[in-house]
Structure formats: C-alpha cells, structure tokens
Nanobody, 126 residues
Framework: QLHLVESGGGLAQPGGSLRLSCAIS????????IGWFRQAPGREREGVSW????????GYANSVKGRFTIARDSAKNTVYLQMNNLKTEDTAVYYC???????????????????WGQGTQVTVVS
C-alpha cells in the first residue's frame, strides 16, 4: 500500500506562484512514476504533469507548459509541482497519483495510476 499526501495549495493572485508537495509513504514494490492531476468544478479531472520513477523523464499538459515544473526528491520521498505565472483557469483541486508502470494510455490517463492522494485546493483569483 502506498500513501500520498498533497500539501501547498491555497489562494494566489494571477501571476503568482505556489508550490505543491506530494509526500509518499508506505510499502510498495518498485519505484513509482508520479502524476499530478487537477479537477475544476464541473469539469473532468485532467493530467497536469508527470515524472518518471527516477526523475529523468517529465511531461506537461500544453496548458501549463512553461509555467509549471515538476521535480522529485527521492531522499525525501516527495514530488513537487512548482506553479508560476498562475492563471484563474488553474483554479482546481490538485491530486498526485502513483503508477508502478505507465501503460499505453499514457501519463495523462488517470486509469494508469493505482494510488491517489486526497487533493489540495488551489484558487487563483484577483
């Protein structure tokens, strides 16, 4: 079983920054890729970013590319999502998720992930 806990959400102004953290704990076989997803009210959950188990490979949704950066600190078992130049449309509940091995549906398909955190709210408002 793997436990994921997100933190770092809150209120920000357009153009501001927040850093989300995903703390990973519990026993699990093998390293896990980590994805960040978000869900805005009335919308489906969407993939935001992902990072491979060793942190070598990353990916981003087009909507956040150039503004968000994902990184992992294996020593701390934590994955971060640095969000800069925030926009009002970034408002959502953000979730991190773990996948032992990403399949053909790709990193942005939530069905590829076995474990999920409870989410953290990000609100961007002027």
């Amino acid at each position: 079983q793997l436990h994921l806990v997100e933190s770092g959400g809150g209120l920000a102004q357009p153009g501001g920054s927040l850093r989300l953290s995903c703390a990973i704990s519990g026993f699990a076989e093998g390293p896990y890729a980590i994805g960040w997803f978000r869900q805005a009210p009335g919308r489906e959950r969407e993939g935001v970013s992902w990072i491979s188990s060793k942190g070598v490979t990353t990916g981003y949704a087009n909507s956040v590319k150039g503004r968000f950066t994902i990184a992992r600190d294996s020593a701390k078992n934590t994955v971060y999502l640095q969000m800069n130049n925030l926009k009002t449309e970034d408002t959502a509940v953000y979730y991190c998720a773990a996948a032992q091995m990403l399949g053909p549906r790709g990193w942005s398909d939530e069905g590829e992930y076995e474990y999920w955190g409870q989410g953290t709210q990000v609100t961007v408002v002027s």
